[in-house]
């Protein structure tokens, strides 16, 4: 077992686990964060992203101890107060999703790309959710929303 | 899958990376994780420890000048794709950066594990070949540089002893370069890439030149005929047509489920011609 201590949206959290432990199941498992999925075994459809120090990425492909001493956000992070994150509003109001099943994985890409790309044109949003999968929508709304919020029309 | 249990050790520095990668073949490093994660998910890797390489201090850093790109080990090939100096001065490393997987892996993937791992699907290794780099690797016996000819034995074996680690990349820079890859879906490995890297003189002439490939049978085979053609020409376009040829006839591929022989040779020749092109314009720019 190795202790490990990470900060998860804001909050730090001590955990003690085995080293082999995905960062994804340390989240859903441990710390009850089950808005983070897992949709794959071989680190292909980003159903499991999240930001940590700033970065999106996968958290299945991140060993906890990796994660230590980090700062990760996963979608629970996202809403303030019970008042949705703008890009969340954008999801809603674009019909960005469907099932659902990859949605805080693309949730989590987009905000750590529009926290640092303020400004994007589509072809840089296409790029920037590159690493995520989804079965439904066809990806078109998921650009919209985040074209969206990047110009502030939401 | 989950990752069968191993023990962990988070190494401080390369001395203690190297003498707890000494202890045996069991013991595995890890950087970005990007490749081993996979292979331990999949348990395909089964080391009994795993020591964690991605905070040794040291082992960061890009500095570019004119002449070379050197880049840490741990630089995630993120830093690499978004780099300006890279850009400017060694074009070729740039787009090999740019094309790996997908921004979330390169988020954490770095240049050292990239090379170390000698995927012949990874990208740097081509890029490395045709840009005639070279690495550091430091090791029980001390520190040797190695030289890109030297560095991948087969597919996922290098020459790398038993405890040795790639510290530092060092890459003869040049604006002549580009990298050309067939990608079927973004975050996918390539069907089969193009590195590019030429000398161009003032006078338009190629007085060197590096073609290396990604996706054949063996990792980031160098295509000497191809390069032949080129050096002491003007990369014209019979030039280049003749060069790409070379690179297609000569590379050694396997049917998968990425395509088959026929159809990935002629992609090699398509994309070598598209990736001189561009090299041999940006060196007479
Ligand atoms: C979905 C997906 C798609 C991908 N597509 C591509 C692609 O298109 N092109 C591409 O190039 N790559 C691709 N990759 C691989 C990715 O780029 C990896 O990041 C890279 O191959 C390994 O770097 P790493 O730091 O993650 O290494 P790790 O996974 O940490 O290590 C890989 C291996 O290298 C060894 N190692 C690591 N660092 C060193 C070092 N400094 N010295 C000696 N040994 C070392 C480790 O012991 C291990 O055996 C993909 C990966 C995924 C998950
Ligand atoms: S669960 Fe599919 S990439 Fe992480
Ligand atoms: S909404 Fe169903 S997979 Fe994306």
């Known amino acids: ?36 999925h897992v949709g794959c075994d071989t680190s292909h459809c980003g159903a499991c992203t999240v930001v940590m120090d700033g970065r999106a990425v996968k958290s299945c492909t991140v060993l906890a101890p990796q994660a230590h001493g980090r700062s990760v956000t996963t979608v629970e ?4 107060d019970g008042r949705l994150d703008p890009l969340q509003e954008a999801f809603a109001d674009h019909f960005a999703l469907q099932c659902g099943f990859c949605t ?8 750590a790309f529009l926290d640092t790309n303020p400004s994007p044109d589509e072809e840089q949003v296409r790029k920037a959710i590159s690493g995520n999968l989804c079965r439904c929508t066809g990806y078109q709304h998921i650009v919209d929303a985040m074209l969206a919020v990047a110009e502030g029309t939401t | 899958m989950r990752p069968p249990d191993f023990e962990y050790e988070l190494a401080e520095d390369v001395q203690g990376a190297v003498s707890a990668l000494a202890q045996g073949e069991s013991v595995m490093a890890i950087a970005g994780g990007q490749s081993l994660i996979p292979l331990l998910r999949l348990r395909i890797a089964r080391p009994s420890r795993v020591v964690d390489i991605g905070r040794v201090p040291g082992l960061t850093g890009i500095s570019v000048s004119d002449e ?24 070729l490393w740039t787009e090999a950066a740019r094309v790996i997987a997908d921004p979330l892996v390169r988020n954490l993937g770095t240049v050292g594990g990239n090379l170390a791992h000698a995927d012949p699907l990874n990208d740097l290794p081509a890029a490395l070949v045709a840009s005639r780099g070279e690495v550091l690797a430091e090791g029980p016996n001390g520190v040797r540089t190695i030289a890109s000819d030297d560095l991948f034995v087969s597919p996922f074996t290098t020459s790398l002893e038993p405890g040795e680690l790639i510290t530092r990349l060092i890459v003869p820079g040049s604006p002549s370069g580009a990298y050309e890859k067939l990608k079927r879906a973004a975050a996918d490995y390539g069907v089969v890439a193009v590195a590019v890297q030429l000398d161009i003189g003032d006078g338009g002439d190629i007085r060197s030149a590096g073609v290396s490939l990604s996706g054949t049978s063996a990792v980031a085979p ?14 014209g376009d019979d030039v280049i047509e003749g060069a790409a040829l070379a690179a297609a006839e000569d590379a050694d591929l396997a049917a998968d489920e990425r395509g088959s022989i026929r159809y990935k040779r002629a992609v090699v020749g398509a994309l070598a011609a598209r990736a001189l092109r561009r090299a041999i314009a940006r060196g007479n720019g």
């Open chain 1, 77 to 80: 992070g996202l809403a303030e």
């Open chain 2, 222 to 235: 160098r295509s000497n005929r191809a390069e032949q053609t080129l050096v002491g020409t003007n990369g």
């Open chain 2, 68 to 91: 070379s790109t050197e880049l840490g080990a741990l630089v995630t090939t993120a830093d690499v794709a978004a780099s300006d100096d890279i850009s400017r001065s060694n074009p």
């Open chain 1, 104 to 111: 805080s994985g693309f949730l989590m890409a987009a905000k």
């Open chain 1, 1 to 36: 077992m190795t202790d490990i201590t990470v900060t998860v949206n804001g909050v730090s959290r001590a955990v003690s686990c085995s080293p082999s432990t995905l960062l994804v199941h340390l989240l859903r498992e441990e710390l009850q964060l089950t808005g983070t």
